[in-house]
């Protein structure tokens, strides 16, 4: 080996190895610098959606608080509906005489002011009951016995949220959100909002994360949304 060549090669190496070193470094300092915004976006976006969900769902609590506050709903009574003697599965319609008129109107107003109510219904504490939209009700349909009805007796007269279901006729993912309240016998009715959560789990399925991440909404139980 040449001296020539030896000194060729001292300078590649001292002038080369530097710049080598400073290039990874710089390199690794901007990937550090995109993955922590990568981080810190997502971790923004998720917030967001989930301030979002809190929101909305509070919002329905604070409804259904609201209405069993109302005079209208406290003289709910033995004037509505019954369909526990009903031996086959009974088409619902809207009530024509006694509380039962005012109550459904209250209920229409309510749901059609909140295109996400799915369903808005009572009952009182003999199992009378009452519903908006109407819709079919099974034979011998006994609202005391249903999950709604007895989730709210465990709130203590606080609004009860139930976990989340598919209602496959209106193709949505439903919660309901449920209270107790005092009807006009001085016995412990039960009133629930159906809240549809489509508008929702569409803003989440448009959340993306890079090129190929998404978010995935998952109840405490496991059950994805």
């Known amino acids: 080996m040449t001296i ?16 080598l070193i400073i290039t990874l470094f710089v390199t690794s300092q901007a990937m550090d610098r995109e993955r922590t915004q990568f981080n810190q976006s997502s971790v923004k976006q998720i917030q967001e959606v989930d301030n979002a969900f809190s929101l909305f769902l509070e919002s329905a609590a604070e409804n259904v608080t609201l209405l069993t506050q ?4 406290k003289s709910a009574d033995s004037s509505l509906p019954s369909y526990m003697d009903k031996p086959q599965a ?8 006694g509380a039962g008129v005012a109550i459904y109107e ?4 309510f749901g059609e002011t909140h295109p996400s109510y799915s369903f808005v219904y009572a009952s ?4 009378h009951y009452l519903q ?15 999950p709604w009805f007895k989730a709210a007796l ?3 007269g606080k609004p009860v949220r139930t976990q989340a279901y598919e209602f496959k006729e209106a193709n949505a993912v439903i919660i309901s959100t449920t209270q107790t309240f005092i009807d006009a016998d001085g016995g ?8 549809s959560l489509n508008k929702l789990t569409e803003v989440a399925k448009n959340v993306r994360f890079g090129d190929k991440g998404y978010l995935v909404l998952v109840e405490g139980d496991g059950t994805v949304l």
Do not use: C, H
């Open 106 to 109: 209250l209920f229409e107003q």
């Open 154 to 156: 465990t709130g203590n």
């Open 70 to 73: 109302t005079r209208l709903l």
């Open 90 to 97: 009974t088409q619902m319609s809207p009530p024509v005489s």
């Open 4 to 19: 020539r060549f030896k000194l060729i090669a001292a300078f590649i190496g001292v002038t080369l190895i530097p710049v």
């Open 124 to 127: 009182t504490s003999q199992g």
């Open 132 to 146: 908006w939209p109407v819709s079919e009700l099974r034979a011998n349909y006994d609202p005391r016995e249903r």
């Open 188 to 195: 412990t009715g039960v009133i629930s909002l159906d809240v």
